[in-house]
């Protein structure tokens, strides 16, 4: 048995903000993104006891997230959401913040056009900062595999993102 302890405050400083930025790539809503990062630390703070190898522990973090993300999908399709919507909205303020979270937003609307299967490789590696190998173990494929899709989804993703620059609008592919 390779386990050592478990020291959570570190994991949680660690690992907090790639679990994030992978949340908020699967929801496209910050909430629900904090939430399933919540989530996320509470299942390894109930479950510590059960983890073996702490060496894997970033790889078992983002299969969780995952895992629950798509839990809550089934959950959500059998009982939906409504939203209420405040009448007015505040006005944005330009500065170099909203500049760059538009950058963003436009890179994570591109990267919805990517198909689903490329599209979680390219998450994971990008937003996430899973390596190969995590990658390979968080969604129990080979690591050719990750490899072929990460390029054919950057190919894809470089697509899109050259047709942002033309007036036409991207669209997401129905998953």
């Known amino acids: 048995m390779v386990r ?8 949680v400083s660690e690992l907090y903000s790639p ?7 699967l929801s496209r809503n910050e909430a629900q993104a904090a939430d399933l990062t919540q989530e996320t630390f509470l299942i390894l703070a109930k479950q510590q006891a059960q983890v073996r190898d702490i060496t894997k522990i970033k790889s078992w ?3 969780t997230l995952r895992r629950e993300f798509l839990r809550g999908l089934r959950s959500q ?5 409504v939203e209420l919507k405040p009448e007015h909205q505040d006005q944005l303020v330009a500065d170099s913040g909203v500049l760059k ?3 963003a937003a436009t890179v994570l609307e591109a990267l919805a056009g990517v198909d689903e299967s490329y599209r979680m490789v390219l998450e994971l590696f990008y937003l996430a900062d899973l390596s190969y190998k995590e990658i390979a173990a968080t969604l129990d494929i080979p690591i050719g595999t990750v490899m072929s899709r990460l390029s054919r989804g950057k190919e894809q993703l470089r697509i ?3 047709k942002t620059a ?6 997401p592919r129905p998953n």
């Open 4 to 11: 050592t302890e478990l020291d959570l405050e570190s994991i």
């Open 166 to 171: 033309s007036p036409n609008k991207i669209t």
């Open 101 to 103: 979270a538009s950058d």
């Open 61 to 63: 973090l983002f299969t």
């Open 77 to 81: 399709s059998t009982h939906p959401e």
């Open 160 to 162: 899109l993102l050259t």
């Open 19 to 25: 679990l994030y930025r992978f949340a908020f790539s």
